[in-house]
């Protein structure tokens, strides 16, 4: 069983930073990726950063150049970092992992920028 808990969700005002945190029951180097996903009230789940087994990352568009997706294999945990937050950052963020096309969500953190 894979347990993803999320922290470090909270109210940041608009050009500010906040780091995430994913912490994974168990080594985080089986999962073929890690990534961060965000969901805003009215609005799908998107996809905001990724990062393989490997290291390599993804980016979306509109995140790229302000957020850094990173792992701690020794915590079994993985970050994002968000800086330049703007208000239409806010949402709740998800972190996922996949292993063997499985996909595994945490409870997700709520993420306020206030303009």
């Known amino acids: 069983q894979v347990q993803l808990v999320e922290s470090g969700g909270g109210l940041v005002q608009a050009g500010g930073s906040l780091r995430l945190s994913c912490a994974a029951s168990?080594?985080?180097?089986?999962?073929?990726?890690m990534a961060w996903y965000r969901q805003a009230p009215g609005k799908q789940r998107d996809l905001v950063a990724k990062i393989t087994r490997s290291g390599t990352t993804t980016y979306v568009d509109f995140v790229k150049g302000r957020f850094t997706i990173s792992r701690d294999n020794a915590k079994n945990t993985v970050y994002l970092q968000m800086n330049s937050l703007q208000s239409e950052d806010t949402a709740v963020y998800y972190c996922n992992a996949n292993i063997n096309w499985t996909d595994y969500w945490g409870q997700g953190t709520q993420v306020t920028v206030s303009s």
């Open positions: 168990g080594s985080i180097f089986r999962f073929n990726t």
